[in-house]
């Protein structure tokens, strides 16, 4: 044994005191040193705390939901309307639930309704266009996804248990009324909107301007600048999501029937659908638009050179001019192509959720 153990030992064994601690116990006038503990306080009973809300079920998607619903001059349809939201919500138990309301320049009582039903409400002292109000709740809103529905009534909250169902594997949900449920030249306008729309992006597309949608609150947090300040954001939004790569579903439901005055114009609002449409094209899939026009114009020039060749056994400037004009469209094509690549780099910043 070394020198220091040894002393060690020694020192134990030497001190009372240590080696009694050493073995896990005081001396008593150690003991009697110590003040006597405390005796046991009463504790006041707690209030009785609220009962918590039973956890939504794990793994799902959705867990932070915030409905936005625009309205203008919707008090005979938003009494019952919220009744539904509230009742649908509860059933659903999700962990955090918002309904906020964007009152567009309404001169009725619609933003005391929605306050006294327990929304939030979002007001604009004059209306700036049913577009506004939905960009105007996307960026007030604080859940992880959006739920878009609009206060006339015509999109029923039942049909959000399906649609959370279908959020699992998309980013986009859209309520498809496949061309029925409103007024026969809606219905047809509506189709003649989606299998154009279906063309530009390549993906059928069963409803284009439906505003009945379930959506990942970060990707439109991304995509609300690109919105118009009218109807036809739902096909802003739609054809953005589509071209930009996002997934998005269709979930067929039946439209309920409106109480008060539609606010659609057709023929201002349907010539702009069609402005957008051209618009998102050149944006995010320029080709479906410069291409086809680009052989089309080809086709033409080709035919011209043909004709004037075997009647006049010439090469007519008009030919010339028709396939030159050919080319430069093409050639805008790509490079509007390459311009929407780059676009691509501030949209696709997509985690998975």
Known sequence: MSAELQQQDLDVRTDP??????VGD??????AKSPPAAAPQPVAPLRAARPAAPPAPGGRRVQRLSVVMPARNESLNLPA???EVDAVLQAVRLPFHEVVVVDDGSADDTAAIAAAAGARVVRHDESLGNGAAVKRGIREAKGDWILLLDGDGQHPPAELPAMLALAERHDM???SRGGTGGSLHRNLANRIYSRFASYVSGRRIPDLTSGFRLLRADVAKDLVWLLPNTFSYPTTITMSML???WSVGFHPFAVRQR?????????????????IILRIATMFAPLRVFLPASLAVAALGVGWYGWTWFTQGRFTNMAVLLLGQATLLFALGLIAEQIAALRFQNLSRDEPR
């Open 17 to 22: 005191l240590a080696a009694l601690m050493a």
């Open 81 to 83: 309307l919220l009744g």
């Open 26 to 31: 005081l001396p008593a006038r150690t003991r």
């Open 259 to 275: 109480r008060g005055t539609s606010h659609v114009r057709l023929f201002a609002d349907g010539s702009r659908f069609f402005l």
């Open 243 to 245: 071209r930009g790569g």
């Open 173 to 175: 949900v859209v309520g």
